[in-house]
């Protein structure tokens, strides 16, 4: 078990990055505001996978392998950049459709493997647990990948807490901008003009920031 004191330590500082904002942040908030709270939670489910492989990579050295291997971030980088700037590519490519029908494909599982991906793919956040975790787990408490195990489940739970708030301000802020003109109305279609734009930037933004990281 890790000691209230040390416990306390590691939700202030998990807590301090949650309220930052970042590709993750900017990702479901675009997601939820072009296109409601359940594909936003959705989204926030696979990026909470992506955390914790990021944990357990940690703990079997791979970010490691990424400092003594420069290029191997590189290739995920340019990955992970390639696959959001192809979804931008995709909104850009039907300016007259609106954002569900843009990804008419979606599905549960799609929503999901973006988000998934989309944080899979960033090795900041690989480096950011490297960095993080070895303050709290030792071989002092025993053996380490329990450890990790437990720090990755408190990293997650924690995360998906601050991403389902996200999911709801963000549906929240379009739902009152909605009120009171409806899809086909001139406010309603702006309205989705401007959702559509808003998640190509972000793509675009997470995208560039993922290549020049």
């Not at 908030?29 to 926030?44: C, E, F, K, N, Q």
Request: aromatic share 8%; net charge positive.
């Amino acid at each position: 078990m890790i000691e209230p004191a040390l416990l306390s330590l590691y939700l202030g500082a998990l807590t301090a990055v949650y309220l930052s904002p970042g590709p993750d942040m900017a990702l479901i908030m675009a997601v939820s505001a072009g296109r409601g709270r359940r594909p936003g939670l959705y989204t926030a489910t696979g990026i909470g996978a992506a955390r914790f492989l990021h944990v357990m990579g940690s703990g079997l050295g791979l970010a490691t392998l990424f400092v003594a291997h420069p290029s191997f971030q590189n290739i995920v980088r340019i990955a992970g950049s390639g696959y959001l700037l192809f979804w931008a590519w995709q909104m850009l490519s039907s300016r007259s459709a609106t954002i569900d029908e843009t990804v008419s494909g979606s599905t549960t599982g799609s929503d999901m493997l973006r988000g998934f991906l989309t944080n899979l793919l960033n090795p900041k956040a690989l480096l950011f647990c490297s960095m993080l975790l070895p303050q709290f787990a030792t071989p002092e408490r025993g053996a380490l990948l329990p450890q990790f195990i437990r720090l990755g489940v408190i990293l997650v739970g924690v995360g998906l807490f601050f991403d389902v708030i996200y999911v709801f301000l963000a549906d929240g802020l379009v739902q009152r901008l909605r009120a009171g003109s409806g899809p086909g109305t001139e406010v309603g279609l702006r309205l989705e003009k401007v959702r559509n734009r808003l998640m190509t930037i972000v793509f675009v933004g997470i995208a560039v920031r993922l290549l020049v990281g």
